[in-house]
């Protein structure tokens, strides 16, 4: 093999995991490929507590999808909560399972996994009191406080399921979440702290909720005591009902296919989709590669600095590390604030050994120099972990050298919100890494790399990343929309699950993912949609016409680029590209930012009328000149106005 980056002494040293060499990691695989039903009834017997053990593995396969949803473990009966908590009481009550690092540094809490077990049973006594039932819906609009946390453990504790929605979407989307899944309850809170702002939870809850009759109880924990507008009867104080609930409250008993929670991801349309996660697969699949992947140890501090609103945070804060029983660390603030030290600095006063970010958070620390990093004792870390795009060798570099200084181990983890856990990587003792490579599948994944067509592409070669098994944690629906789970994830190759992803394969096997090859961006490794922001642009009046496309930015991973048609007598002005700004913001949320904008005579059509984004994204990439043949085009010469007033960087 060719540019491997052996696994460092220190991470193979004293490694529990039954992975440790390649060797082993075949030896898993083959068996998991072999008897999938076998492998997973011991890993998954072994790694939760059920109450009644499942018999059953797989049923259903990936053929038979359009007649309902997989379903594993079928027979067995449980609730994830007491893997996450109650099974930890005997053996570990008084080890630190959250670690909350607020937004000033140093302003710190600890919840033992008693006083987590507690705040959960009681937290779900209130919900309960408040007339939550198992199988319904609440929304959890929130920053990254425990209380967050224990929301979602408080709504699984009732066999409740959760919606997290991220706290930077704005009233419109959280309302269409709220609608989407007829959420009877809201969890928020006064507001959140970021970076030294306060986030206005609670008043874009109430605007969220204006009209909507279906929401009973707004549950409203305070953060930072500002006043609030209070709707009576409907608002609740956290602190008023919380403190009396039951701190012993008996989880409900499950089935394992009962949903655990639905989390909204963006597609190739407008309308985001309710993505459901079941109970006894996802914290399989959670609590296997939580400890596979990260080599987790009794005495690790791992810290995960995503935010619950994120898949990420759901499977590698929340239910991968207390499934494991693991001292997992919540981060309320950002890379940047007070400074940019601010993630070495929680290493060194946390004694993190494990450390979990983004591509674009490392681009941007890498950009600040390395004296941020260097000024700081980063000598208890041994894993680093990466999520959310790719990562340029020059990143991985940095990451490996200058903040793991050639000691720790990097896994550069691809997986999806549908994939519900880790997929392709390495296994930290286990896999020699390559900068840039998600290196190899998990035991029980099964790539498959296709031509458009559909053709198997043996060896090494590049085409659409598919999964040709089904596997624990997958997502198993859309929320009231199974049609739809079919058609987007199993319409383009029947019996074969596609992700979305282009990816290439090289002479060892190593997987390197390229990219998505459908309308979906990934700016600073938050997903969303093109065509939401072409609906949130058009939702202007002064706008005919809109096609948003992704570019290259060196440091969020894509940029948002905006090709524009104005409605006849409009002239674009200062004004008017704060109106698209704020379209965007107020239809989609904060983090939704056009980074360039272009006004151009049309868009490129086809006779038929469909848009050719596929060179809109040419031209934004810069790379115009490389157009081909463009006469199929209903009116070739819009193509060079656009290519004359393209936006550079
Ligand atoms: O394009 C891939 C990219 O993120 C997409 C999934 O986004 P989301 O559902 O929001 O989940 C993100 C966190 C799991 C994928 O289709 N992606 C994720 N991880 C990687 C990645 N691309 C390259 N390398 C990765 N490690």
């Given at each position: 093999m060719t540019d491997l980056h052996a696994v460092p002494a220190r991470v193979r040293a004293g490694s529990p995991n039954p992975i440790t060499d390649l060797d082993r990691y075949r030896e898993h695989a083959a068996r998991a490929a072999a008897n999938p039903d076998g492998f997973w009834l011991e890993e998954t017997r072994r790694r939760v507590a059920w109450r009644t053990e499942p018999t059953q593995g797989l049923a259903s396969s990936f053929h038979d999808i359009a007649q309902g949803p997989l379903s594993w473990f079928g027979d067995g009966r449980l609730n994830i909560t007491e893997s996450c908590l109650d099974r930890h009481l005997a053996t570990q009550g008084d080890k630190v399972a959250i670690l909350w690092e607020g937004d000033e540094p140093g302003d710190c809490r600890t919840l033992t996994y008693r006083e987590l077990h507690a705040e959960v049973c009681r937290t779900a006594s209130a919900l309960q009191r408040l007339g939550l039932k198992r199988g319904e819906r609440a929304i959890i609009y929130m920053g990254?406080?425990?209380?967050?946390?224990?929301?979602?453990?408080?709504?699984?504790?009732?066999?409740?399921?959760?919606?997290?929605?991220?706290?930077?979407?704005?009233?419109?989307?959280?309302?269409?979440?709220?609608?989407?899944?007829?959420?009877?309850?809201?969890?928020?809170?006064?507001?959140?702290?970021?970076?030294?702002?306060?986030?206005?939870?609670?008043?874009?809850?109430?605007?969220?909720?204006?009209?909507?009759?279906?929401?009973?109880?707004?549950?409203?924990?305070?953060?930072?005591?500002?006043?609030?507008?209070?709707?009576?009867?409907?608002?609740?104080?956290?602190?008023?009902?919380?403190?009396?609930?039951?701190?012993?409250?008996?989880?409900?008993?499950?089935?394992?296919?009962?949903?655990?929670?639905?989390?909204?991801?963006?597609?190739?349309?407008?309308?985001?989709?309710?993505?459901?996660?079941?109970?006894?697969?996802?914290?399989?699949?959670?609590?296997?590669?939580?400890?596979?992947?990260?080599?987790?140890?009794?005495?690790?501090?791992?810290?995960?600095?995503?935010?619950?609103?994120?898949?990420?945070?759901?499977?590698?804060?929340?239910?991968?590390?207390?499934?494991?029983?693991?001292?997992?660390?919540?981060?309320?603030?950002?890379?940047?604030?007070?400074?940019?030290?601010?993630?070495?600095?929680?290493?060194?006063?946390?004694?993190?050994?494990?450390?979990?970010?983004?591509?674009?958070?490392?681009?941007?620390?890498?950009?600040?120099?390395?004296?941020?990093?260097?000024?700081?004792?980063?000598?208890?870390?041994?894993?680093?972990?990466?999520?959310?795009?790719?990562?340029?060798?020059?990143?991985?570099?940095?990451?490996?050298?200058?903040?793991?200084?050639?000691?720790?181990?990097?896994?550069?983890?691809?997986?999806?919100?549908?994939?519900?856990?880790?997929?392709?990587?390495?296994?930290?003792?286990?896999?020699?890494?390559?900068?840039?490579?998600?290196?190899?599948?998990?035991?029980?994944?099964?790539?498959?790399?296709?031509?458009?067509?559909?053709?198997?592409?043996?060896?090494?070669?590049?085409?659409?990343?598919?999964?040709?098994?089904?596997?624990?944690?997958?997502?198993?629906?859309?929320?009231?929309?199974?049609?739809?789970?079919?058609?987007?994830?199993?319409?383009?190759?029947?019996?074969?699950?596609?992700?979305?992803?282009?990816?290439?394969?090289?002479a060892d096997g190593y997987y390197w993912i390229t990219g998505r090859v459908d309308d979906v961006l990934n700016v600073s490794g938050h997903r969303m949609g093109t065509a939401e922001f072409e609906s949130a642009l058009v939702s202007s009046e002064a706008i005919a016409e809109a096609a948003v496309v992704g570019f290259p930015h060196p440091i969020k991973g894509q940029g948002v680029y905006a090709y524009v048609v104005l409605q006849s007598g409009q002239a674009l002005t200062d004004d008017l590209e704060q109106t698209m700004q704020g379209v965007c913001r107020t239809r989609i949320g904060a983090h939704a930012r056009v980074d360039r904008l272009q006004v151009v005579p049309g868009l490129p059509k086809t006779r038929s009328g469909k848009v050719m984004r596929r060179l809109l994204r040419k031209i934004a990439e810069g790379r115009g000149d490389e157009l081909g043949d463009v006469s199929t085009l209903a009116d070739p010469t819009v193509v060079d106005a656009i290519r004359a007033g393209a936006q550079r960087g």
């Amino acid at each position: 093999m060719t540019d491997l980056h052996a696994v460092p002494a220190r991470v193979r040293a004293g490694s529990p995991n039954p992975i440790t060499d390649l060797d082993r990691y075949r030896e898993h695989a083959a068996r998991a490929a072999a008897n999938p039903d076998g492998f997973w009834l011991e890993e998954t017997r072994r790694r939760v507590a059920w109450r009644t053990e499942p018999t059953q593995g797989l049923a259903s396969s990936f053929h038979d999808i359009a007649q309902g949803p997989l379903s594993w473990f079928g027979d067995g009966r449980l609730n994830i909560t007491e893997s996450c908590l109650d099974r930890h009481l005997a053996t570990q009550g008084d080890k630190v399972a959250i670690l909350w690092e607020g937004d000033e540094p140093g302003d710190c809490r600890t919840l033992t996994y008693r006083e987590l077990h507690a705040e959960v049973c009681r937290t779900a006594s209130a919900l309960q009191r408040l007339g939550l039932k198992r199988g319904e819906r609440a929304i959890i609009y929130m920053g990254m406080v425990p209380e967050a946390a224990i929301a979602m453990l408080a709504c699984a504790r009732l066999g409740a399921i959760h919606s997290v929605v991220f706290g930077g979407f704005s009233a419109e989307a959280l309302r269409d979440r709220i609608r989407d899944c007829s959420a009877e309850v809201v969890i928020t809170q006064d507001e959140g702290r970021r970076a030294g702002r306060t986030i206005p939870l609670k008043a874009t809850t109430d605007l969220a909720c204006t009209g909507e009759t279906g929401v009973k109880k707004v549950l409203v924990y305070r953060r930072t005591g500002a006043p609030v507008e209070w709707t009576e009867g409907r608002d609740v104080w956290w602190h008023d009902v919380v403190p009396q609930g039951d701190a012993a409250l008996p989880a409900t008993e499950c089935a394992a296919e009962d949903p655990l929670f639905i989390l909204y991801t963006s597609g190739s349309t407008g309308r985001p989709k309710g993505v459901v996660h079941t109970c006894g697969g996802y914290i399989t699949w959670a609590q296997y590669t939580h400890r596979t992947v990260f080599d987790l140890r009794d005495d690790d501090v791992y810290a995960c600095v995503a935010d619950v609103g994120w898949i990420t945070g759901h499977t590698y804060i929340v239910y991968g590390p207390l499934a494991n029983g693991a001292t997992t660390l919540m981060f309320e603030s950002t890379p940047l604030y007070p400074d940019s030290g601010r993630y070495w600095d929680l290493v060194q006063r946390h004694g993190i050994t494990i450390f979990y970010t983004a591509p674009t958070a490392i681009r941007a620390l890498a950009a600040c120099g390395d004296e941020h990093v260097s000024r700081y004792d980063r000598s208890t870390l041994r894993v680093l972990g990466t999520v959310g795009e790719p990562i340029n060798p020059e990143a991985w570099n940095w990451y490996y050298d200058v903040v793991g200084e050639g000691r720790c181990n990097i896994v550069d983890t691809w997986w999806q919100t549908e994939t519900g856990g880790i997929c392709l990587t390495p296994i930290a003792p286990a896999t020699p890494t390559k900068p840039g490579s998600a290196t190899l599948p998990m035991p029980g994944i099964l790539p498959s790399l296709r031509t458009p067509e559909g053709r198997v592409i043996r060896g090494p070669g590049e085409g659409l990343l598919c999964i040709e098994q089904p596997w624990p944690g997958q997502a198993r629906t859309v929320w009231g929309d199974h049609e739809r789970f079919v058609a987007t994830y199993f319409g383009m190759f029947p019996g074969l699950y596609f992700t979305g992803d282009g990816c290439k394969r090289d002479a060892d096997g190593y997987y390197w993912i390229t990219g998505r090859v459908d309308d979906v961006l990934n700016v600073s490794g938050h997903r969303m949609g093109t065509a939401e922001f072409e609906s949130a642009l058009v939702s202007s009046e002064a706008i005919a016409e809109a096609a948003v496309v992704g570019f290259p930015h060196p440091i969020k991973g894509q940029g948002v680029y905006a090709y524009v048609v104005l409605q006849s007598g409009q002239a674009l002005t200062d004004d008017l590209e704060q109106t698209m700004q704020g379209v965007c913001r107020t239809r989609i949320g904060a983090h939704a930012r056009v980074d360039r904008l272009q006004v151009v005579p049309g868009l490129p059509k086809t006779r038929s009328g469909k848009v050719m984004r596929r060179l809109l994204r040419k031209i934004a990439e810069g790379r115009g000149d490389e157009l081909g043949d463009v006469s199929t085009l209903a009116d070739p010469t819009v193509v060079d106005a656009i290519r004359a007033g393209a936006q550079r960087g």
